[in-house]
């Protein structure tokens, strides 16, 4: 069984990426898609309290099972569309060791600051300054197959412009490029 491509959507929260993903579940017509969002994950927690320490490390648990989540379904030949906040070095790393770099099509979503904060504001459910917060962090790694700038273009427009490119991949994939320049083995444990 062939592997699933992963169309991989990485930008701060509010940028659009849901958006985005929701628009290419109902264009992409050459295979079945899945939508796996971070906050999707996030949301099948418990709602008890926890402390600082103890939130981040199930945070951190939550994203690195999120990742392998997304490998273990493309693994089976699903195709998947990934909506996600890189928004610390260590979890780039983690999808570059667990994700078939051949099978990734990494797409960053853009915005610009303003739009971000004008967003965050109307949706409500964001602490405000989150997006401005990831805003550096989120494309530090300044390497991507596709860019899409959700401050220009619909997400109608940006999910249509990626189906478009999807068949015109490149080779090296970013996350191939990414993984060489990253990662000394493909077996790395991180612990960044």
Same mark, same amino acid.
């Given at each position: 069984?062939?592997?699933?491509?992963?169309?991989?959507?990485?930008?701060?929260?509010?940028?659009?990426?849901?958006?985005?993903?929701?628009?290419?579940?109902? $264009?992409?017509?050459?295979?079945?898609?899945?939508?796996?969002? !971070?906050?999707? +994950?996030?949301?099948?927690?418990?709602?008890?309290?926890?402390?600082?320490?103890?939130?981040?490390?199930?945070?951190?648990?939550?994203?690195?099972? +999120?990742?392998?989540? $997304?490998?273990?379904?493309?693994?089976?030949?699903?195709?998947? !569309?990934?909506?996600?906040?890189?928004?610390?070095?260590?979890?780039?790393?983690?999808?570059?060791? !667990?994700?078939?770099?051949?099978?990734?099509?990494?797409?960053?979503?853009?915005? &610009?600051?303003?739009?971000? !904060?004008?967003?965050?504001?109307?949706?409500?459910?964001?602490?405000?300054?989150?997006?401005?917060? /990831?805003?550096?962090?989120?494309?530090?790694?300044?390497?991507?197959?596709?860019?899409?700038?959700?401050?220009?273009?619909?997400?109608?427009?940006?999910? /249509?412009?990626?189906?478009?490119?999807? &068949? #015109? #991949?490149?080779?090296?994939?970013? +996350?191939?490029?990414?993984?060489?320049?990253?990662?000394?083995?493909? /077996?790395?444990?991180?612990?960044?």
């Amino acid at each position: 069984m062939a592997p699933g491509r992963i169309i991989f959507l990485n930008g701060t929260s509010s940028s659009g990426k849901s958006s985005i993903a929701r628009e290419l579940l109902d $264009i992409l017509d050459d295979g079945v898609f899945f939508h796996m969002a !971070v906050d999707g +994950f996030n949301a099948m927690r418990s709602k008890r309290e926890l402390e600082a320490e103890e939130l981040e490390a199930a945070l951190r648990r939550t994203r690195m099972g +999120f990742h392998r989540s $997304i490998a273990a379904m493309a693994a089976a030949g699903n195709d998947i !569309v990934v909506d996600h906040v890189l928004s610390e070095p260590w979890r780039l790393l983690d999808c570059l060791t !667990v994700l078939r770099p051949e099978d990734v099509l990494f797409v960053g979503v853009h915005c &610009p600051l303003d739009e971000l !904060v004008r967003r965050e504001l109307a949706r409500g459910d964001r602490p405000p300054g989150l997006a401005a917060h /990831q805003y550096d962090r989120v494309h530090a790694h300044d390497d991507y197959d596709l860019e899409c700038d959700t401050g220009a273009a619909d997400p109608r427009e940006c999910a /249509q412009h990626i189906k478009d490119f999807l &068949p #015109r #991949r490149p080779s090296p994939t970013a +996350f191939t490029r990414l993984r060489r320049r990253h990662l000394t083995g493909s /077996q790395e444990v991180l612990t960044a």
